[in-house]
C-alpha cells in the first residue's frame, strides 16, 4: 500500500445473539474511524432466522460502506460444544456475507485480535474498548461486541499481507 493509498477494513466479531461490525480506513500508518455497530437478535427470531439476519445485516453495512477487505474474529473454545456450534454458524454466516459481496477474508484469534490492540493476549473486553477509543480518537468507547469488531479490523490494518497471506 503506497503512501496515498487506502485501504477500508470490515472487521467483525460474529455472535449467535449479538454480531459486531466495525470499518475504518486505513491511510499510511494512520487509523480513521468509519462507522460501527451490533446487529442485535436476542431471542427475538429462531436460530436459522438469526443466520440470514446477519447475513443480510452485514450485507447492508458492505454496500453502505463500501469496505475492501474483512477481517473476522474466529470461533474460541467454547466449554458448551452446543454454543460453539452456534457461533460457527453465525460465523459462516458473517464470512459468506463478505464473500459474496467480494471481498477477502482474514481470520484473526480472540488472543492476536487483543495482543495487537492492547498488546497483551489475555485482555479484558473493558481493555479493548478503552484501547479502541483511544486508538481511533472516539469520544466515547463503543458497546463492547463493537469494539470487539473494530479491534479485528486494526488487527487486520497491522498485519503484513504478502500475496493475500498474513505474514
Do not use: W
Amino acid at each position: 500500500m503506497s503512501k496515498t493509498e487506502s485501504l477500508r477494513i470490515l472487521g467483525i466479531d460474529p455472535g449467535s445473539r449479538a454480531t459486531g461490525y466495525g470499518v475504518i480506513t486505513k491511510k499510511a500508518n494512520k487509523l480513521y474511524y468509519v462507522t460501527c455497530g451490533v446487529i442485535r437478535l436476542g431471542n427475538k427470531y429462531a436460530f436459522n432466522d438469526r443466520l440470514k439476519v446477519i447475513f443480510d445485516g452485514l450485507c447492508e453495512v458492505i454496500e453502505t460502506h463500501k469496505p475492501t477487505v474483512a477481517g473476522v474474529e474466529d470461533v474460541f473454545v467454547a466449554a458448551n460444544p452446543r454454543t460453539a456450534l452456534k457461533l460457527g454458524h453465525a460465523r459462516g454466516a458473517a464470512v459468506l456475507a463478505a464473500l459474496q459481496n467480494g471481498l477477502k477474508v482474514y481470520d484473526y484469534t480472540p488472543r492476536m485480535v487483543k495482543q495487537s490492540v492492547v498488546g497483551y493476549g489475555n485482555a479484558e473486553k473493558e481493555q479493548v474498548q478503552q484501547m479502541v477509543r483511544v486508538l481511533l480518537q472516539l469520544s466515547k468507547p463503543p458497546s463492547a461486541d463493537a469494539a470487539d469488531a473494530l479491534a479485528v479490523a486494526m488487527c487486520h490494518a497491522s498485519q503484513t499481507i504478502i500475496d493475500g497471506e498474513v505474514v
